[in-house]
């Protein structure tokens, strides 16, 4: 019976230092000055948080090889509908360190359609989405409160820039 209340009274004891350990992670991320996305979540220190603001765009796809339509038994050419999903994901793994800073690693990726143009072919209708990526993945070390900032070195997209904020909250 004594264990069994000693072993309860330490599960609550471990729910209330683990509450202490949360950590507030926040993604920001900026074309130039303007920031365009700012997406944050609270984690328990060693948890990665799963940031992404995107959305789906639908266009018109022309099959990826002939046996695609003769799979479907027809002679007839169809375009087929596919989806872009583009805007911003990140992976966020933040450690709290001995010394009270916190280890973030990061893998993210901000996907933008540049162009989409579209033409007839076989006298369907296709779009061609052309998009551009930027992604990284490091492990940086910070201070509570203060921000791992991931400059772009991409000569397409120079003024945009990801900024990762980690705050250990109390």
């Known amino acids: 019976m004594k ?6 009274a330490l599960l609550s004891l471990a729910g209330t230092a683990s509450a202490a350990e949360d950590i507030l992670v926040q993604a920001d991320v900026y074309r130039g000055s303007e920031r365009i996305y700012m997406i944050s979540d609270v984690v328990d220190a060693g948890t990665t948080a799963d940031l992404h603001k995107t959305q789906s765009i639908k266009y018109m796809s022309a099959p990826s090889a002939p046996s695609d339509r003769e799979a479907g038994g027809t002679s007839e050419w169809k375009a087929e509908e596919k ?9 966020v793994t933040p ?22 143009k579209s033409e007839k072919v ?20 910070v201070k509570s409160g203060t921000h791992a900032d991931f400059d772009n ?13 980690a705050i250990k909250m109390m």
Request: glycine residues 6%.
């Open 3 to 8: 264990k069994t209340l000693i072993a309860l």
């Open 83 to 91: 989806t872009l999903v583009v805007g911003f994901e990140a992976k």
């Open 95 to 116: 450690r709290l360190l001995e010394n009270g800073k916190i280890s973030i690693n990061t893998d993210y990726k901000y996907t933008t359609l540049t162009e989409m």
């Open 122 to 141: 076989n006298g369907v209708l296709v779009d061609y989405p052309k998009t551009h990526v930027l992604s990284g993945q490091s492990q940086q070390i």
């Open 153 to 165: 070195i991409d000569q397409d997209h120079r003024d945009t820039r990801v900024v990762i904020t």
